[in-house]
């Protein structure tokens, strides 16, 4: 396993709420890229944990964007890079930083170009699950059966109905060269994919996943738990895509998987869900790792030999 | 026209402790005004509200500078904040707290008052919110009303069973023992109503001149942008966001760093003698002592150690 960066490059003095997921996220991000990164931020929680002039705290360039725009801004960066002659653009890491609404909703088009024109670039999804920086509202990525303030709990059981929107099939469908999901509860794999990520060149995709204790109803102190929870029981696997090739890491061995009822539990966005919506969500988790096995099978041995 | 500053943090209901004020005295015939004042930052951050009560008409609409009475929702904030700042010299200042109005060491003139109410063990009782941020608003609102009688308990009783947004029983129960459980004056002016002073004149509306700072002396030079260095580590103490502490005990510490790895805010480092926690920045979320793997660390209530 990779050596876990010493180096901090997120410094303290951010206004992320206790026990942010998103925090972590950055932190790690920025010891596996290094300082040679260039980072660009559309509006989302990241937009305010930096602090308000003069008060920053990322040692790396920064670049805020509005928020449909991060892959374009991404695509901009890296061709006003190659312009210059006092840079040496193939040292410099472009990454487009934005929260779950920011990439999978209103970022989706600019995403969506911006890999499609094979642009030089690690966009990073850093998923909370809903509209955190606004208060709360669900995005295309909320889960089935949580609360936010936009998919309200009343005596109708008007909780979200959608599923998560699945970004890791759609950014597949791009042809991308490296994709993966990861969790802020586990750093070392974390910084060895992110490292991994840096060995490509064009478009890369990385699916983080971070915990957000205030919009998840949960105390601070179990973001961490929450991550590994959502990992155990199988609610957020950990996989990479290399030029289409499917492969499943840090998998939790058959008897270390729980059931998605003890990660539901200690969220209070999910306390009203009545048993048989809490069987429900466990047979699409069950039907989704599934499919990812078979993918990982098929990509592996079938399609490739 | 008596002004009031409220001091809190996000998430402890100052804004709506400042409403429901404003509504009490509204209802009791008064002419009123309530609103916030804070920035970007998050749950736990120092949250600033006001509330204005007249017999006439209130014309200022400017931010309340120099307050007649000010709440103290936690007394974390009273090493964060300058609390007291243009307190009037026989203003009011009510603190949530378990200590005596004489412990507490605040900056005040010869004739203001210390008033104290535990309304935390007040909102844990009645089950507002949780231990660790329990939800004292509509409690603090009861011992103000005894210490300065400018609104009737009865009154704000049945504004927070109309108007509180959860819970309304609980609420205004916790408000009425709040009422009957304050302490203080210190250092000693018997309890005395405000009434008379509703409607004295308003204060000067302070000018725009004395709160921009015009002169470019005064203004900071401008940083180079791509943005390479940061300040944040001067400019933005978040060690005044925590209400937990966590305390590190180095003998069971074995100095495995993973605290410091899972420390979202870098506020916890290892060194030869265990961890050492920044109490500049830590905001108290607790990740460290729930990963601990030896349970070398353990979160404390901030209040005993300001």
């Not at chain 1, 206004?15 to 010891?31: D, E, I, Q, S, V």
């Not at chain 2, 921009?212 to 942008?225: I, M, V, Y």
Request: charged fraction near 30%; glycine fraction near 8%.
């Amino acid at each position: 396993m990779a050596e876990f960066p010493e180096k901090e490059l997120m410094n303290s003095g951010h206004n992320a709420c206790p026990g942010c997921g998103a925090a972590h996220a950055m932190r790690y991000m920025l010891k596996a890229l290094g300082k040679n990164t260039t980072v660009n931020i559309p509006a989302c929680c990241w937009a305010v944990i930096p602090g308000v002039y003069p008060s920053r705290n990322l040692e790396v360039p920064l670049l805020y964007t509005a928020f449909e725009t991060t892959g374009a801004s991404s695509s901009g960066i890296r061709a006003a890079l190659k312009k210059r002659d006092d840079v040496d653009d193939a040292e410099v890491e472009v990454v487009g930083f934005a929260g779950d609404g920011g990439t999978a909703d209103i970022g989706i088009q600019a995403l969506s170009g911006a890999i499609e024109r094979n642009t030089d670039t690690i966009q990073v999804m850093y998923d909370n699950e809903a509209y955190m920086n606004t208060g709360i509202q669900r995005s295309g990525v909320t889960p089935e059966g949580a609360w936010t303030t936009t998919t309200p709990v009343g005596s109708k059981g008007d909780w979200k109905k959608q599923p998560k929107k699945e970004m890791m099939e759609i950014v597949e469908s791009h042809n991308v060269p490296y994709a993966a999901t990861v969790n802020i509860a586990y750093p070392d794999s974390f910084v060895e994919k992110f490292k991994k990520a840096k060995e490509f060149s064009g478009p890369r995709f990385m699916h983080i996943y971070a915990p957000c204790p205030t919009g998840w109803r949960a105390r601070p102190s179990d973001a961490v738990e929450l991550g590994r929870l959502a990992h155990k029981s199988r609610f957020f696997p950990l996989f990479e895509i290399e030029h289409g090739k499917y492969n499943i890491y840090k998998e939790p061995k058959e008897d270390e998987v729980i059931p998605v009822k003890e990660y539901l539990k200690i969220q209070g966005r999910f306390r009203h869900l009545p048993e048989e919506m809490v069987e429900k969500i466990q047979k699409r988790v069950d039907t989704k790792w599934e499919q990812l096995k078979k993918k990982e099978r098929f990509t592996q041995e079938e399609l490739y030999e | 026209m008596i002004e009031v500053r409220f001091h809190g943090r996000g998430g402890q209901g100052s804004v709506v402790a400042s409403e429901l004020l404003a509504r009490a005295a509204f209802e009791e015939g008064k002419d009123v005004q309530a609103f916030p004042m804070f920035g970007v930052e998050r749950r736990g951050a120092p949250v600033t509200a006001f509330t204005r009560i007249d017999e006439k008409t209130v014309r200022d609409h400017s931010k309340i500078h120099e307050p007649d009475i000010v709440i103290i929702l936690d007394t974390a904030l009273l090493d964060a904040v300058d609390v007291t700042e243009g307190l009037k010299e026989d203003g009011d200042v009510i603190i949530n707290t378990g200590k005596d109005p004489s412990e507490m060491k605040i900056d005040i003139e010869k004739d203001a008052d210390v008033y104290t109410v535990d309304a935390s063990d007040i909102a844990i009782e009645h089950g507002l919110g949780s231990e660790m941020a329990p939800i004292v608003n509509t409690a603090i609102l009861g011992a103000v009303c005894k210490a300065t009688g400018m609104v009737d308990i009865d009154t704000l009783s049945d504004v927070i069973l109309k108007h509180a947004p959860a819970k309304n029983e609980a609420n205004a129960k916790a408000a009425e023992q709040a009422h009957d459980e304050i302490k203080g004056p210190y250092p000693g002016k018997k309890l005395e109503g405000r009434e008379g002073q509703l409607s004295s004149q308003q204060t000067d509306i302070p000018k725009s001149e004395d709160l921009l700072c015009r002169d470019p002396e005064d203004h900071t030079d401008l940083p180079r942008t791509p943005i390479a260095d940061c300040d944040s580590e001067y400019l933005n103490k978040t060690g005044s966001w925590r209400t937990v502490r966590p305390i590190v005990n180095k003998d069971k510490c074995i100095n495995c760093g993973i605290c410091w790895k899972f420390c979202p805010d870098v506020a916890i480092f290892v060194e030869e003698e265990g961890a050492v926690v920044d109490f500049d920045f830590c905001k108290g979320c607790g990740i460290c002592a729930e990963e601990c793997p030896v349970d070398a660390i353990e979160m404390d209530k901030e209040e005993k150690y300001v």
